[in-house]
């Protein structure tokens, strides 16, 4: 594939991973931390960003660790611990490289770093790109769509749930609840998207 | 097969041990703070090495705060005053801190992280949660399944507690018990001894902790209990205030009516306390002394079953019916409930009818 090709190839899976694909709504990976802190607009912003960043290198640093090490080698079957391991370790060392030379870019993104290291996302977008053979190339637009597309979904849902907050909402729907809801009926507007796609 | 698997398995670990090294020998480089020094409500310093979260400082240096998500900033539990040098508030922190407890320096102590001197403030009972050695000084049977454990604190000496709380009781291993267990009781003390820590216990059958103290403890062996802990206590307002309890449910009210003694409380108080036959209702005469020494205090003792040979001239039936007979509505009373969960719930029904507010039901629930 020349690498004109490579490159629209990449923006077309990069839109997809934003709308058809959403890796949040259509797969419902990284669930947990879009439960748990899109309760404020502004820590949903940062935490988004956060896994913008995260997924993105992460998902290179993995595309050239299983193609460099683990091909060749012929142990592909270790990508699960691999990919664990590097994701991990990458997340601490930028933690620590941030907290020590940007306390402002630490205060804004860095304190989510830790919550997003077992962020199930990160280690599915991994996943998906050794699954779906993707090329370097394509992998950057994969990544940083998954990304982009996470950061959307939980700042819908921080929206939203900022409106909830005065809104009587029945006991027992209270918090996760209702949030689950939403997220259900957010992932269905999404699904509309592909309709749209498949229709043209 | 044998080697090829071994050489996998080396492969891998070389790589994870490679990026583990990068990070300790980056966090040596990168995220190294010196030596810090914490300051505890202006009176304890400690030293430490600063890079870590003050949580989890805290707890290596015992002292416990509590926390359910371990350092995640998803409970909220782990709050702290920090005076000086927290820096400024962080994103994770905002949504568990209302405006006041921002306003006063309140933040998570797993997402501040400790990167100088700091100057914190944690509330007393926190610290005072440790472990403390006594002697069973005096065991008094109150029925035929209820007896009372007269503890004397030997290290530390005093425990400082706010009536109601409760304490846990070690029970070692004894006979076919194969591990130790920790049970929690109510202190039924008086608090103005504070060398001395009472506890109410009844005989659960083939209960590991109540059937030891009942068979196996004696006058004068050691006892190791933990605490206090609990949220369960007297508010501050002055609304009158309807107690309810059952069998050992007597402990904590026991304990708070000694502390309203001390500290000249003239809050109205009724107190319901149920048992189910006359040979089973026990410190009547006490809560009759009470009555006289408190502002406004009367004891209604409640039998539910009164064989037909026992003498009983007081109310008869569920305590809840007591209740009920007692008030036509009582929308201004706070009520306080100990026992078992059945009692509670029932309670809680007949109180809300009354019109108690919920936020007004205190209750401790044997689990």
Known sequence: MSLGAEVSQALIVCVAAIFTQNILLAYFLGLCPFIGVSREIKAAFGLGLAVIFVLTCTVLLNWLAYHYVLVPLGLEFFRFILFIIIIAAFVQFVEMVVERYSPFLYQQLGVFLPLITVNCAIMGASLFMVIRDYSFIVTIGYGLGSGVGWFLAIMAMAGIRQRLATDRIPRGLQGPGITLIIAGLMAMAFIGFSGVLQGR | MIASTLISVLIVSTIGAGLASLLVVSEHLIANYGQCRIRINEDRELTVQGGKDLLSMLTAEKIFIPSACGGRATCGMCKVKVLDGAGPLLPTEEPYLSKQERESNVRLS??????????????????????YTCRCERIVDLTHDIKLFRLTLVEP????????????????????????????YSIASDPTEKDIIELIIRLVPGGICTTYCFEHLKEGDAVTINGPYGDFRLSDTDAPMIF???GSGMAPMRCILHHMKNTGNPRKVIYFFGANKVKEMFMVDEMRRFESELADFRFVAVIANPDPGEAWEGETGLVTQA?????????????????????????????RDLGIAEQSIFFDKFA
């Open chain 2, 110 to 131: 797993c997402q501040v992280k400790v990167r100088n001197d700091l100057r914190i403030l944690i509330p007393q009972e926190l610290l005072s949660i440790r472990e």
């Open chain 2, 157 to 184: 000496a005093t425990m400082d507690y706010i009536p109601g709380h409760y304490v846990q009781l070690r029970t070692p291993k004894y006979g076919k018990s194969r591990e130790e267990v920790y049970r929690a």
């Open chain 2, 244 to 246: 309810i309890a059952g």
């Open chain 2, 323 to 351: 209740v009920q007979k007692s008030f036509q509505e009582a929308s201004d009373y706070e009520a306080y409930l100990c026992g078992s969960p059945g009692m509670i719930d029932a309670s809680i029904k007949v109180l």
